[in-house]
């Protein structure tokens, strides 16, 4: 989690990356409890970096996650984020919630995108 804060950015994707690894190993429940609350708390960090990285982890998480979980996490994030101050946030929000709409026309309403 650490390194979503890094400087670089191919460190912070690398690990938002392993993140969804983590998810899809350990499973859905234990990723809503373990990663989706730090990665929401990284949505309301005064450094814009970190707000600008919780749209790409939300990107590559999201296909990793249940509906539910989507639904009562994942989009109030965003939602968070829709009138950031940065206008580089708010379009990468944009950017965001197209993958979430091309994740959710996929996902069936108990699994996820990888585990039907």
Known sequence: MAWLGDTVFSIREASTQNLKKL??????????EAIVP??????????????MTTCFAVSILA???SLPVIARAVLPILQSLVSDPIPNIRFNVAKSYA??????????????????
């Open 99 to 116: 993958v979430l709409i091309d994740i959710l026309k996929r996902v069936p309403d108990d699994a996820t995108v990888h585990h039907p």
């Open 63 to 65: 296909p990793a996650l």
């Open 23 to 32: 998810t899809e190993v350990f499973g859905v429940e234990w990723a809503s």
């Open 38 to 51: 730090k990665v929401a708390a990284m949505a309301e960090h005064p450094n814009y970096l970190y707000r």
